[in-house]
Structure formats: C-alpha cells, structure tokens
C-alpha cells in the first residue's frame, strides 16, 4: 500500500512538474518583460523631456496691423481665455481634476482627452464666437488665450492656433509654447498622448517686443512629466507718451500640492510687474492664475462653449 501511495505521490509531483514548470516560466517571463516595457517607458519620457529656455523671443506670426503707438487716453478692451484644449463642453471631466458638488458629493474627472475631433472644433468655435462679440459685439483690442493647442491627441490635432489667427486675421500673433509631452500613456482607460500646446496673445496694435518667460515648476519625478513647461509671456507696445503698455499673459501651475511653485511663479511674477511699472510703464497681467489670488471663491459663469473667461475695458 505504501508503494503505490509512493508511486502515485510520484506520478502526481512529477505531472505538477511539467504543467507547473512551464506556467512559472511563462509568467515569470510576461513579468520581465512588463518590467522592460515599464523601464523604456520611463527612459523614453526621461530623454524627451526638456524646457524652453528662459527669455526666448517670440516673433509675429500673424498680421502687421498699422498702429503701432497704443493712444494714451483713448480706450482700449482687453479680454483673457482659456480654451481648455476645446475639451470643455459642460458634461466634459478631465482625469486629473477633483472637486465637490454643492450637496457634498465628491467628483473625479475620466476622460484623457476631448470626446471628439467635431466636439473640439464646437467648442474652440465656440470661444472665438464669444470673444469675437465682447466688445460691443466686436473683439476686443487685446486677446489672450490660454491651452490652446497646435497638435495634440488630446484635441484630435486641431490647430487651434491656426483657428484664432485666422478668425482674428488682421491682428498681430504671438504664440509661447508650454505644453509639449511625449506621448503620456495615462489615464490607463483614456490615454492623454502627446500634446503641444501654449499661450497666445493677439493684439490690433503691432508689438515692438515679445519674449517668453519660464516660470519655476515642480520638476521631480514623475509630476515635471504631467506639469506643463509653465510660462508667461510680455508683449511690449509703445505708447504715446513716451512708455510702454507691457501685456502679460500667464498660465501658472494647477496641480501643486501646498502651491510651492504657484507662490513663487506669483513671486517672479510679480517682481516683474513692480520693475515695469517703477519704469512708468503701463502694466496689464491677464491669463488663468490656477489659484485665487485674492482669496476670492465667488463662482465664475461659464460659457456655454465650455472654459473660463475674463474681459476688461482700460483706459491708458
């Protein structure tokens, strides 16, 4: 009895041996194999990253408008937008914002990306609609964009740069680029790509100047993958008195746990503007701040386009 028992105990290892044997193998494999594709990634994302130097000039890509002098005295309209890459129809969530709902209830946005290339183009439409029409039902003399995408996946590459130049054709066109990933293979669900997109100010006026500003970012591994290349960019426009109207278009950091690098991008900011004005220049800062400088919560409308917008009447 005991030599059959010890027979089939035999018999039993020795088949777990030969199916077993060859599933470790097998999945031990699948797991290096992971690790390898995970590594690559990394190193892949490690060697495409890169920043945009500090103080690089930004040239005219738009029209040369004939005024050149900004009037002291005469007023001018201003407005400031960010398009949130056409994404933003008022059911979009984007995955890496969170917040609450008046009756408590906690939200975590889903999509990587716009749901489509005709829901992109709705909603970039959409902005250039509502912008086009703010000052007395036409645009504004100063235009400020903000996330507004070249090629992106994440936009179904509509050139929205392209789309304001040439709804806007008659202005000058300075555009800064700070968003430009490799291809971000997050959310698992959705994934975001690779994007290129940026900040664009058009004016009615032709600049005599534009220079593009690096802000200070979190670049740790692995938030300086998901942060944007943030930046500000000044225009400068002559005035009739001898000074200058300095227009600054700003997009600062979103997702800064403690806001560490927003304080310091407000800081630079800043010391900046204080230098500018202490010059007697005329000093105007617009674009999406990310945070509420002045402690202000009141809501903002939205569009039905979809994103944030801001408009301002100065008079120089």
């Not at 777990?16 to 194999?33: D, E, H, I, S």
């Not at 790509?193 to 200070?216: D, F, H, K, M």
């Not at 004005?277 to 202000?296: E, M, T």
Request: proline share 3%.
């Amino acid at each position: 009895m005991k030599r059959v028992l010890s027979l089939g105990f035999k018999l039993i290892t020795g088949l777990l041996k030969r199916v077993l044997a060859p599933l470790f193998k097998f999945v031990g494999g699948l797991f290096v194999l992971a690790l390898l594709i995970l590594g690559g990634y990394v190193l892949y994302l490690q060697f495409t990253y890169y920043r945009i130097p500090d103080n690089t000039p930004v040239s005219n890509q738009g029209a040369s408008p004939e005024a050149t002098t900004v009037q002291v005295g005469q007023t001018y309209t201003a407005s400031t937008y960010n398009i949130g890459f056409g994404a933003y129809t008022p059911d979009y969530t984007f995955f890496m914002d969170e917040g609450i709902m008046q009756d408590g209830t906690r939200t975590v946005g889903t999509h990587g990306r716009a749901v489509s290339r005709n829901s992109v183009l709705y909603t970039t439409n959409g902005a250039l609609n509502t912008v086009s029409s703010l000052n007395g039902g036409t645009a504004p003399d100063f235009i400020l964009f903000q996330e507004i995408d070249t090629s992106s996946d994440r936009s179904w590459h509509v050139n929205q740069v392209s789309e304001a130049e040439s709804r806007f054709g008659s202005y000058a066109s300075y555009f800064a680029q700070n968003f430009h990933t490799a291809f971000l293979a997050y959310p698992l669900t959705e994934f975001h790509g690779t994007s290129n997109s940026g900040i664009l100010t058009l004016s009615n006026v032709l600049a005599s100047s534009a220079t593009r500003r690096t802000y200070p970012i979190d670049e740790s591994f692995p938030t300086k993958f998901f942060d944007l290349d943030r930046c500000f960019m000044i225009t400068r426009y002559p005035t009739s008195d001898g000074h200058e109207l300095v227009l600054i278009n700003s997009h600062m950091s979103a997702y800064d746990k403690g806001g560490t690098s927003r304080a310091q991008q407000l800081a630079l900011l800043t010391k900046i503007m204080s230098e500018e004005r202490a010059k007697g220049n005329y000093v105007i800062a617009g674009g999406d701040w990310n945070h509420a400088i002045l402690g202000s919560l009141t809501p903002l409308s939205i569009c039905s386009a979809g994103t944030r917008l801001g408009s301002r009447t100065q008079r120089f």
